[in-house]
């Protein structure tokens, strides 16, 4: 009888334990039964977090004067998506990268993952995408002419710079895609195929 009684009672806290999981989980505004409080409690300050450890009690600090965050790009500012901003990138701006087999390999493999599509593989504006009329064609790099003026075949390091930098009408911006040095290595190879034939 006991023993009957006892597995009754275990039963029924179990059945109720169930049902008011699941209620609870029916009701998204309430969090539940929490298992292990601490695993959703970082043991790390969260960023809005007061914090004694600092004489401002805030646990996000100001930056100290001059420190710059990652990936970030001066040459963006420097040289902003305006008609001076290009025309100053045009006069002020060469490719760093020495030119070696390496840098200019790296360039031919970024150019081909990012700018062949629509370029072309040889840079004529004929990519898989312009193939299939999805898109209109770009100025081939050897023959076209740019719609900025001038042959696209005398474009400078700097202006090619930018141009993937900010993008050009329908053409993207890629800065956030690509950092300043694979900018530059493609630049390299661009410079190549405004040569080609
Ligand atoms: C989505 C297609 C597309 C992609 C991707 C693309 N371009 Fe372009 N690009 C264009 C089009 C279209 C133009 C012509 C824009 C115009 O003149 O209005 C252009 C123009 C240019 C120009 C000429 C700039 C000028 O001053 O006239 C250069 C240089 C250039 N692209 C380089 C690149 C490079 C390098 C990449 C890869 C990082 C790239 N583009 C990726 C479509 C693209």
Known sequence: MLVMNKISIVGILITG???STMVSCGDKKKPG?????????????NYDQVNKNFENGQTAQVPPAGTTPVGFDPLSQEYPNTPEGVQAASDNLKNPLAETPFNLEKGQLLYLNMCSHCHGEKGN????????????????YSK???????DMKDLTDGRIFHTITHGLNLMGPHKSQL???????????????????
């Open 17 to 19: 334990i169930a049902v």
């Open 33 to 45: 039964l929490e298992f292990a409080r601490n695993m959703y409690d970082p043991i790390a300050y």
């Open 125 to 140: 504006g004929d990519g898989a995408i312009i193939e299939q009329g999805k898109f209109p064609p770009p100025p081939s």
């Open 144 to 150: 076209g002419i740019s719609s900025r003026g001038g």
């Open 179 to 197: 950092n300043p040095t694979e900018r530059w290595m493609i630049v390299m190879y661009v410079k190549k195929l405004q040569k080609l034939q």
